[in-house]
């Protein structure tokens, strides 16, 4: 896992590479644990390309604004082939920079 800062209020883009596979991967996004339905402010695309004949690399990019509430969460991209049980699985966690206000 590696960290990250960002400021509240961002968009940020993480990608997930998966190369080397046959069929192609599957790639899960998670949120401190909970897989990230499709909000209305997140969007996903997910490309696969054939390499030599015989591998696929599959990229999946996860797009959404960081709020404050992402505090020290950790997203985590799930990857999965078909017929293979191991699932393999890189993360980062969010380091929010927020705004201090005094009451």
Known sequence: AINSTVKAGTRVVFACV??????????????????????????????????????????SYISFIVTSADYMKELRCDVRIRDISRTMHGSVNLNVKCKNIDL
Request: aromatic letters at 12%; glycine letters at 8%; a negative charge.
């Open 18 to 59: 998966a190369s080397g596979s046959y069929p192609q991967s599957h790639i899960t996004w998670y949120k401190d644990g909970y897989a990230m339905g499709l909000q209305p402010d997140h969007q996903e695309n997910i490309t696969s390309t054939l390499l030599n004949n015989k591998d696929y690399e599959t990229t």
